[in-house]
């Protein structure tokens, strides 16, 4: 596994210089702008909310200014992601026209998240090549439905949710590049908890994440999603994933403390809650194909002062 972890976490770290390495150049919005901003950031909050009650609840941890601005990254790749998740033709010419739109640096004032989206990133200096990776990541989605092993799914990984780790770590502040790989682990273990749990609704949509290498080390293969089966071999699998989930968890949260106090708390209650679904998977014995694993609002509220000690007291390491 160390040798495994040291393949992927190279390639990753590579991707992510390219947009370390890039000047992060904002011009200012048009004054004309300025007025629709705070219904652009409004919009932004109404999705947030009404797709990711986890991500709204630990973005309310920040200070305004960061809470619209994480919100406005949650927008804009949430609707990246629903281009390609909707059916309909052509979603890569979609895809392509949103990005155009959504990485102008002048928006039109009436594309809300477009508009609010570039504010965030001119605020706190996002690299724009970290929002073109998002999208190229998502864009795998229409052609590639498989992974052979997990080295190539962590590649896919990073890009649609390390990306965003990177892209929110600017906004919650850093220390410096030693920040950099435990952003890129915790977008990893985020995006591999949401595989984990959608199982059943990705192979629906003729997806299969599951590294198809370890899957036949299981005695396992597609067939076996397919039916849904909850077999002693599927729960040895489970184990085994979310085994190695949690050890990116912990290793990504001890972190935090290279961000700046204000945000420690947020980014660390989004990892511990999310951690939280694998939780719920367990308690169920593994079985994800009859229902979708879940943290309810209570659950959660019960965690947050625990989360709060740990993310001011750096207990993680």
Not at 190 to 199: A, E, F, P, S, Y
Request: with cysteine; net charge positive.
């Amino acid at each position: 596994m160390a040798t495994e972890a040291q393949q992927w976490e190279h390639h990753l770290l590579a991707m992510a210089q390219e947009g370390l390495i890039q000047p992060s150049i904002h011009k200012s919005l048009p004054a004309d702008s300025e007025a629709f901003l705070a219904q652009a950031y409004a919009e932004c909050a109404l999705i947030t909310r009404r797709h990711s009650r986890t991500f709204y609840l630990a973005s309310a941890l920040l200070p305004k200014p960061k809470r619209n601005a994480a919100r406005a990254l949650y927008a804009f790749a949430r609707i990246s992601d629903d281009i390609v998740d909707q059916p309909g033709p052509d979603p890569i010419a979609k895809l392509m026209n949103w990005r155009k739109i959504a990485l102008d640096p002048n928006p039109a004032p009436y594309r809300m998240v477009p508009l609010a989206w570039a504010d965030a990133r001119r605020r706190f200096k996002i690299p724009v090549r970290f929002a073109e990776q998002l999208i190229n990541g998502i864009a795998r989605d229409i052609h590639q439905p498989r992974y052979e092993n997990f080295t190539e799914l962590a590649i896919y990984c990073y890009g649609v949710a390390s990306t965003v780790g990177l892209m929110s770590m600017h906004i919650t502040g850093y220390s410096g590049p030693e920040a950099v790989p435990y952003a890129i682990r915790l977008g990893v273990a985020l995006q591999l908890t949401n595989i984990l749990r959608d199982v059943a609704e990705d192979w629906q949509r003729g997806r299969l994440y599951l590294p198809l290498e370890e899957m036949q080390a299981f005695g396992l293969t597609s067939e076996t999603v397919a039916r849904g089966e909850n077999t002693p071999a599927w729960r040895k699998f489970m184990r085994f994933q979310i085994d190695r989930v949690r050890r990116l968890y912990k290793t990504s949260l001890s972190g935090v403390k290279y961000l700046d106090p204000d945000g420690r708390f947020a980014i660390a209650a989004a990892g511990e809650l999310y951690q939280g679904i694998l939780d719920d998977i367990e308690a169920f014995n593994y079985d994800v194909f009859s229902r979708r694993a879940y943290l309810s609002t209570a659950q959660k509220i019960k965690r947050l002062p625990g989360i709060w000690m740990r993310s001011r007291s750096g207990s993680y390491d």
